[in-house]
């Protein structure tokens, strides 16, 4: 649309794309409106205007019956029947992935040794599933002159001082020293995304005491992957971090949505949106807490746990009860800080319903056959800091980290972890859409068709994101039509 305004000479207001979009505008039409008014600016008054202008013609194009008998027409909105009512709601949890209830941690050398060693087992196994043109062998088994392919998890990362790169590598028998000639440019660059902690193959050249690296190999998803769609106009809404409790909780936009979703909304395209939500994810900071940070009691207005609970689920009291409601915790609600973390306790659940779902973060569940993956987002911090080309400003991008990496937490020591037996935090499914929370920013990406949501947030600026910049888009819904695969984002800000 923007390169078709480009061709005709137009410039584009900010944001009127979106406008443009939602409201179904044909760019031509628009263009043929914008020439016979000598418009040179395709600004939003504009569009405003040429809605009008459609809207009046239309009107005309199809007159009213003549009334015979004067009588008094009393004209009713047609009652809101959504077509999401309709359906059963199709969830299943995969609590094979999901640590509550079966935490064994204490924090014992003994239990960061058997995470570690079940993160390299099942990421290697991914890898081991790979085609490879190299013989894979271990460390205890390689021989000089080998050319082979080795699986390991990165210790360590140094630069010498010509500028090459020697990246320890180790697996269940040893540790092994890679090195990449800073000739290589390419594989260099490559190297750039290297993390710690996390497992890849490599391919190379064995010569005692170095293993001279030609490829790196991230486990990532396969190339081919299908998008999965289905044949029912239903969707998902996606959201997160409300903070509820925070004197910056953004109640009046929040009640907006709430009412929408009950189809109190005037647009009618809108009103069909809403009528296909059929599921709601809550990825996290629900509430907001008590003792997050220092100081936080002078940024609350419920300051008790259990009545910034209370207050959420009266709120969610309201959504249309045919709305399964999927919730997971994050770094301000009341469960351990550390990830993986436990679903929200019983305790703070008020008036139970039938369409409430609680999962640990991360958690899968499988809803109308898509395998969803939620993950409030506790690493996203780290890896925002360590991935090249990373920034706060799309933390969407860093979904696609985590599925090239196949975990979503690589980088150990940058944010907790829990050390469980198990590494939860290993995507060991293909998912079919990726839902985070957490960095305050909408936004969505996908990769290799895998949608990946960032949503945003229900708290205005915090005095915090001021001073690091950051500029939380608050308030905007994302809805994800499973049956065509488009996401239209719903805006609840004030006019
Ligand atoms: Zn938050
Ligand atoms: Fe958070």
Redesign the pocket.
């Known amino acids: 649309m923007l390169q078709r305004f480009a061709e005709e000479s137009f410039l584009v207001e900010s944001g009127v794309d979106r406008l443009i979009t939602e409201c179904g505008v044909s760019p031509d039409d628009l263009i043929d409106f914008a020439k016979s008014r000598d418009e040179w600016i395709i600004s939003r008054s504009l569009v405003e205007e040429f809605l009008k202008v459609k809207h009046e013609q239309e009107k005309k194009d199809d007159p009213p019956q003549a009334c015979i008998e004067k009588t008094e027409v009393k004209v009713e909105r047609p009652i809101f029947r959504a077509i999401a009512s309709e359906y059963p709601g199709r969830v299943d949890h995969l609590s094979q992935y999901d640590i509550s209830g079966r935490s064994t941690s204490k924090g014992t050398v003994e239990n960061f040794v058997s995470l570690f060693e079940n993160r390299y087992k099942k990421i290697a196994a991914l890898l081991h599933a790979q085609p490879a043109q190299l013989p894979i062998v271990d460390f205890a088994g390689a021989r000089k002159g080998d050319k082979c392919r080795f699986i390991g998890m990165v210790r360590s990362k140094t630069v010498t001082k010509n500028g090459h790169l020697i990246i320890e590598i180790e697996d269940e028998k040893g540790v092994m020293k890679g090195f990449i000639n800073n000739s290589k440019k390419e594989l260099m660059s490559q190297a750039g995304y290297i993390l710690l902690d996390e497992v890849l193959a490599f391919d190379g050249n064995y010569k005692d005491p170095f293993f001279f690296i030609d490829a790196v190999t991230w486990p990532s998803v396969p190339i081919n992957k299908q998008k999965k769609l289905i044949d029912d106009n239903l969707s998902i809404a996606f959201t997160?971090?409300l903070h509820v409790g925070s004197r910056l909780f953004l109640e009046r936009e929040l009640k907006r949505m709430l009412e929408w979703l009950k189809g109190n909304c005037a647009d009618e395209r809108e009103r069909e949106i809403a009528s296909s939500i059929k599921y709601l994810f809550l990825a996290?900071?629900l509430v907001d807490g008590i003792g997050v940070y220092p100081n936080q009691e002078k940024e609350l207005v419920i300051q008790d746990i259990y009545e910034q609970y209370q207050t959420l689920f009266n709120y969610l009291e309201q959504v249309p009860e045919y709305i399964e409601i999927i919730m997971i915790p994050?770094?301000?609600d009341a469960v351990r800080r550390a990830d993986p973390q436990p679903r929200i306790p019983d305790e703070f659940i008020k008036n139970k319903r039938s369409n409430y779902h609680f999962g640990a973060s991360p958690s899968w569940f499988r809803v109308e056959g898509l395998n969803c993956l939620l993950y409030?987002?506790?690493s996203l911090d780290s890896m925002i800091a360590n991935v090249p080309g990373l920034s706060y400003y799309e933390p969407e991008k860093a979904g696609i980290e985590y599925l090239k990496r196949r975990h979503l937490s690589p980088i150990y020591g940058s944010n907790h972890i829990a050390p469980e037996e198990e590494d939860y935090m290993v995507i060991e499914e293909v998912p079919d859409i990726i839902h985070m929370?957490?960095?305050?920013k909408n936004g969505y990406t996908e990769y290799r068709n895998i949608p990946i949501v960032s949503s945003g947030t229900w708290q205005a600026q915090t005095d915090y994101q001021r001073m690091q910049g950051h500029i939380p888009t608050p308030a905007l819904l994302p809805v994800y039509n499973m049956k065509t695969g488009a996401l239209r984002v719903i805006d609840f800000n004030g006019v």
């Open positions: 997160s971090d996290g900071d994050g770094n301000h409030h987002g506790n929370g957490h960095v305050h």
